[in-house]
């Protein structure tokens, strides 16, 4: 098991270095988060041995188990979060991947207030468009950077996208081109808060391909895990 789980590391490790050489960055440009989602705290833990050390999940109250079992690692919070939850996961996120509203922006920016700690959070944008998915319309982003100097707490670091699931991980690229462009576009101005230094984007089926055109965090779980 333990071998199994080190190859395949090595194996995605390879393929991010490979991707990031052909779009001119090294490895260490890119920050793997292992989605750990559908395994238990001794499965990351073993991972955490193996020297990975961001870890990704969609349920608060993984996370927050997750976390105060390994508090050494980076815990990244990728999944919807509803506002009920907010308390669970400010200090236990490093980086909150889903903000998708603005009431959710708010409710972040209260936790954060109260415990006095800055909470980074990324964009989830709806590059695709699919009415199933969360994010923010690519319309509605200057707005919500424009209002993201109303919030105290509150750190915007970047953009996150979900492509839709395709045949094949080449059938994403435009979805991650666009958000590399919305990215590009408002990375000249100046926003309170802001700072938009992350794209993440890229999972088990297109992380090359995300790499290629630009993200700097990807969300790897199965190619890992199972
Ligand atoms: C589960 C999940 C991933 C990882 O997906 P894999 O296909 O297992 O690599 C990435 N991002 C989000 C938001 C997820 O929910």
Redesign the pocket.
Known sequence: MINDLRVKLENVKQRIERAANRSGRTASDVTL?A?S??VNIETVNRAYELGICDF?E?RCADLHTKQETLPGARWHM??RLQTNKVKDIVGKAWLI??LDRWNLAEELDKRGSLLDMDVPALLQVNISGEEQKAGIDQGDVAEFLDSAGQLKKVKIWGF?T?AP?LEDGEQARPVFQELAQLKKKHSDKKYANVDLKYL?M????D?EVAIEEGANIV????????
């Open positions: 988060v989605v989602k559908t990704g969609n990728i999944g991947h889903s996150m979900i699931l993440s890229g999972m088990s089926q992380f969300r790897v779980g199965g190619a890992i895990f199972s």
